[in-house]
């Protein structure tokens, strides 16, 4: 019985056993299973997540490019000049050299508003001329008239090109002049995008276009079947008008996926074994940390090339915050850097200098030449100063015409020489396109005393440079602490000026000119007057001065001729007759370049004829730039207004030019009057204008009449007209109705000098 019962605990015992092993067996399957599945899935995440980051780098690349070709056609764009400063020729060299550049660029074009070609540079067979329509289709048109026009490009539609693939047509706004237009520029797509990715990045991945019409994939053997498996990742890039954008698909290459599967899942499932199983999740462990490991050094390339791009941004951001972009010097803030520096840093011994430069009527070349030409002058400057400085000296431009210069000298003469250097170096002209150009420069000094702080070491040099200006130009002046007061009663008066106008303030008198044969009135002279509440006015001539200096002189003359137009319309309405009006024009008023249009505008608005306003201006305004002067002149001569030379005889006084311009009449200063009857000189002076002015057919009116014997005088030598103290002293505008209403009168005054 034991050997039986032996027998069956045996036989047990291996059931036992199998069973134990068949649980174990199917467990270690089971486990297998689930590990399969498992590898399966992190090694597809792995390919996803590995597709997104490339998706993620060939975006950037793609957008930088995108960024950097949107910036080359704005400033392209910003460099046409369109209108009349628009040069074709100019165009076209820029344009070539950025044919030359960019292999994938096709062709470019300059199109007016209604997208007409005005210059073409490009295949010589695609039969692009001025003047001819620009091939775009009327989907793009329209969009083009919806979008507002502003400045950034702008990618339309795709075009054919001479023998190359998937042209795109990109549209840059040019918002120059008055007629705005387009820049036009078509690339091939796949080659640029070829070119702004390295060879590399192609390795692995396809790219395919989304675009309809322009269809092409990158590289052009990877199959088709490439995309169609679903693991594929769409790419967009947008272009800076927000609205533009280029969709891509992005897929990896049947070769690169395929290297990456590794086949773990298969061989773990095969071999079923603890033993295998263990093998199995060693080398998918070993697999795992190798391809981590190659995952983060590449991931810590991409992030080094990532910060080195970015300090290269920073670097550059950095320069232009602080550079000018015309001259490539530092602008004010980059100056005012290095003048932080210089004050800190100054050695023992040597004075810090700052010398302030401000081109001497540089509007004019601007206005009369062409911006263009401006420009090309103050790119050239540097050069030229650079002759005159030592290589420690700075220089840098703040804006407009105006340059800074820091200099270290060991004495004020040798700041001296330095001023009197840079004004030589102004001796020889700019030879600029077949102009020579003289210009010349003037300059403000000052050095650094012990208190100041680089801001007032400029605020300084700038108010010496008024003293220089106001000196005659083409000269420096230095610095003297009396300037900070002048300059600041200038700022004052020029706040108060404009709360003056605000607040209508100002107020109009006027001067008879009277016919001295008859002693009737003729004209006015319209007078500006600024009277105070707590004293006496401020003579017209010191803030007429500062409303110049100020750019406030416009404001100022048209509130004075809207008053005077209404006043002489009133006198007019009222008696059916009246006299005509006078009206002193500044310098400044003359060189603004609407000023016709606006002063017909006025006489319009009133309905008052040119031929009752004469516009009396000085001679050294008359002679200031001959060519533009006399073009203002006939338009006013044509407009039907008398042009009246006021204070002759104390500038120029060169009848040559009166003669070549359309001049009416001359007025004889009051200073050659004031001892008429006492002083031969003057009398000699007074005969010969008077007898000089009746040649040639002007009248002459005299001015500052104050006494009988001058009235005299001035009749015997054939003076028409005259006005002064001794008729009426200037007067409202209800005393000259008194006086066309024969209510008072200046002739039993002045009568009794005829008669004796």
Avoid at 561 to 579: H, I, K, N, T, Y
């Amino acid at each position: 019985m034991r050997n039986r019962d032996r027998t069956r605990l045996l036989s047990a015992l291996n059931s036992v056993s199998w069973v134990i092993g068949a649980a174990l067996f199917a467990v270690l399957l089971a486990l297998t299973a689930l590990l399969n599945r498992e590898l399966a899935a992190r090694e597809a995440r792995a390919i996803q997540a590995y597709l997104d980051t490339r998706v993620v780098q060939v975006q950037a690349e793609l957008m930088d490019a995108a960024d950097d070709h949107a910036s080359i056609h704005r400033r392209m764009a910003a460099r046409i000049g369109y209108g009349d400063d628009f040069d074709p020729g100019f165009w076209r060299a820029d344009a070539r050299t950025i044919l030359n550049d960019f292999a994938y660029y096709d062709r470019l074009a300059v199109l007016d508003r209604d997208m007409n070609v005005l210059a073409y540079e490009g295949p010589a067979g695609v039969g692009l001329a001025p003047g001819d329509p620009f091939p775009i289709g009327p989907a793009a048109r329209r969009r083009l008239e919806e979008q507002p026009f502003e400045e950034g490009a702008m990618a339309l539609e795709p075009m054919p090109l001479a023998g190359r693939p998937h042209g795109l047509l990109f549209m840059t706004s040019v918002p120059a002049g008055d007629e705005p237009g387009w820049l036009a520029v078509v690339v091939e797509l796949p080659a640029a995008i070829a070119a702004e990715l390295e060879d590399y990045e192609f390795g692995d991945i396809a790219l395919r276009s989304q675009m309809p019409g322009a269809r092409f994939r990158l590289p052009a053997d990877v199959p088709a079947a490439a995309f169609a498996d679903g693991d594929t990742r769409p790419l967009e890039i947008t272009l800076d008008d927000g609205q533009s954008r280029l969709r891509f698909e992005l897929a990896l290459r049947p070769e690169a996926r395929a290297a990456m599967a590794s086949g773990l899942p298969e061989t773990v499932l095969g071999l079923g074994s603890v033993l295998a199983l263990l093998t199995s999740v060693a080398a998918l462990l070993a697999m795992a940390s190798a391809r981590q490991a190659r995952f983060l050094a590449q991931a810590n390339r991409s992030l080094n090339d990532e910060i080195h791009d970015r300090e290269l941004a920073e670097r550059e951001l950095a320069f232009l915050l602080t550079h000018d972009t015309l001259t490539d010097l530092p602008n004010r803030a980059g100056m005012m850097q290095a003048l932080d520096r210089a004050v800190a840093r100054r050695a023992p011994g040597r004075s810090l200098a700052v010398l302030y430069l401000d081109l001497d009527q540089f509007k004019d070349i601007n206005e009369t030449l062409g911006h263009h030409v401006g420009d090309e002058l103050l790119r050239q400057l540097p050069v030229r100063l650079g002759s005159a400085l030592d290589p420690a000296d700075r220089i840098g431009r703040l804006g407009g015409d105006e340059f800074l210069v820091l200099a270290e000298r060991r004495s004020r003469e040798r700041i001296t020489e330095l001023a009197r250097a840079l004004l030589a170096a102004f001796d020889r002209p700019f030879a600029i396109d077949e102009h020579a150009l003289f210009v010349t420069v003037s300059i403000g000094v000052t050095t650094l005393d012990a208190d100041q702080s680089p801001a007032e070491l400029v605020q300084n040099a700038d108010a010496a440079l008024f003293r220089a200006k106001h000196l005659g130009r083409n000269q420096f002046a230095w610095f003297d602490p009396e300037l900070v007061a002048e300059v600041q009663r200038r700022l004052t008066m020029s706040r108060a000026i404009r709360e003056a106008l605000d607040s209508e303030r100002f107020t109009v008198v006027y001067q008879p000119i009277v016919d001295l044969e008859t002693l009737e009135m003729r004209g006015v002279e319209a007078l500006l007057r600024w009277p105070q509440d707590d004293g006496p006015g401020i003579p017209p001539r010191e803030f007429i001065r500062v409303a110049e200096e100020t750019g406030l002189v416009h404001r100022l003359g048209q509130y004075a001729v809207e008053r005077a137009l209404d006043d002489l319309q009133d006198w007019w309405r009222q008696f059916g007759s009246g006299p005509w009006l006078a009206v002193n024009i500044s310098g400044a008023q003359f060189r603004e370049p609407d000023f016709v249009d606006a002063l017909a505008a006025q006489l319009q608005a009133r309905n008052v004829p040119p031929e009752r306003i004469h516009l009396e201006i000085t001679e050294d305004v008359l002679i200031e730039n001959l060519a533009q002067n006399r073009a203002v002149l006939d338009r006013l001569d044509r407009l039907g207004m008398s042009l009246v030379v006021d204070d002759f005889g104390v500038g120029y006084s060169s009848m040559a030019y009166i003669k070549n311009f359309p001049v009416s009449a001359i007025k004889i200063d009051q200073g050659f009057i004031r001892d008429l009857e006492s002083d031969p000189d003057d009398q000699a002076i007074t005969r010969t204008i008077c007898d000089l002015s009746r040649m040639l057919r002007l009248d002459t009116v005299a001015e500052g009449i104050e006494h009988p014997a001058q009235l005299t005088m001035l009749r015997r030598f054939g003076c028409p007209y005259g006005q002064g103290f001794l008729f009426l002293e200037p007067s409202g505008p209800d005393v000259i109705r008194d006086v066309l209403a024969g209510r008072r009168s200046w002739v039993k005054r002045a009568e009794p000098a005829t008669a004796s």
